[in-house]
């Protein structure tokens, strides 16, 4: 799939996906409902804190919208696949922070053993 084409694909996909409308989303987000499908169909691109706000509003990275990336949320990449699922349920959604803090966290850690001098 071309590059450019990439973005409102993985749009449509998650939109899909969680069964929203698209008016809901343009307006949850405070986007005029006529630019927010300009992103969907390819014709619009966001700025970039309207691809941030976007990236957070579906939970996923802005790698992962602009297609440069296939995983979705490098925090829940070390998560197993059941665990990643019961995170993404709605009514679970609070666990998503603690599981990006838990990487960062172990990412810190991870940078604090490594021998001075070293990167």
Do not use: C, W
């Not at 790698?63 to 979705?72: E, K, M, N, W």
Request: glycine content about 10%.
């Amino acid at each position: 799939m071309e590059d450019g084409k990439m973005f409102g694909s993985r749009l449509r996909s998650l939109i899909k996906e969680r069964g929203l409308e698209q008016r809901k989303i343009a307006a949850d987000l405070g986007i005029n409902p006529v630019t927010f499908s300009g992103y969907v169909i390819n014709k619009r691109e966001p700025s970039f804190a309207r691809l941030n706000e976007l990236a957070g509003y579906f939970g996923v990275s802005a790698d992962y919208l602009l297609g440069r990336s296939d995983v979705r949320d490098p925090y829940m990449k070390h998560l197993s696949g059941d665990l990643e699922e019961f995170v993404r349920e709605p009514e679970n959604s609070g666990y998503i922070e603690l599981a990006r803090d838990i990487k960062i966290r172990a990412e810190n850690i991870t940078d604090l053993r490594k021998p001075q001098g070293t990167s």
